[in-house]
């Protein structure tokens, strides 16, 4: 069983920060991307920013500059700083794992989801 568990959302003023954490627990042998996805109401989830294992980055063009993807690999932990936030980067922002367990098997994991409202 593997739990991904993400703390760190909340309100905050437009041009303020967030820095949101996702540590991954369980039968992990190994993770490979880690990202960050939001939804906002009434809209799909997107992608905000991945991150492979060996520490190459992908941003979506509207988050780019803004937010910063990091990771521990010792702990399992992903980290999204979140600066310059905007009112349009409110939503539910999920944490997602690709890893593989003891079995050696690849899977995709979500995190419950953490809220992020950012006020104008």
């Known amino acids: 069983q593997v739990q991904l568990v993400e703390s760190g959302g909340g309100l905050v003023q437009a041009g303020g920060s967030l820095r949101l954490s996702c540590a991954a627990s369980?039968?992990?042998?190994?993770?490979?991307?880690m990202g960050w996805y939001r939804q906002a109401p009434g809209k799909q989830r997107e992608l905000v920013a991945t991150?492979?294992?060996?520490?190459?980055?992908n941003y979506a063009d509207s988050v780019k500059v803004r937010f910063t993807i990091s990771r521990d690999n010792a702990k399992n932990t992903v980290y999204l700083q979140m600066n310059s936030l905007k009112p349009e980067d409110t939503a539910v922002y999920y944490c997602?794992?690709?890893?593989?367990?003891?079995?050696?098997?690849?899977?995709?994991?979500w995190g419950q989801g953490t809220q992020v409202t950012v006020s104008s």
């Open positions: 991150i492979t294992s060996g520490g190459s980055t």
């Open positions: 997602h794992a690709n890893l593989i367990n003891f079995s050696r098997y690849a899977y995709n994991y």
């Open positions: 369980g039968s992990i042998f190994s993770i490979n991307a």
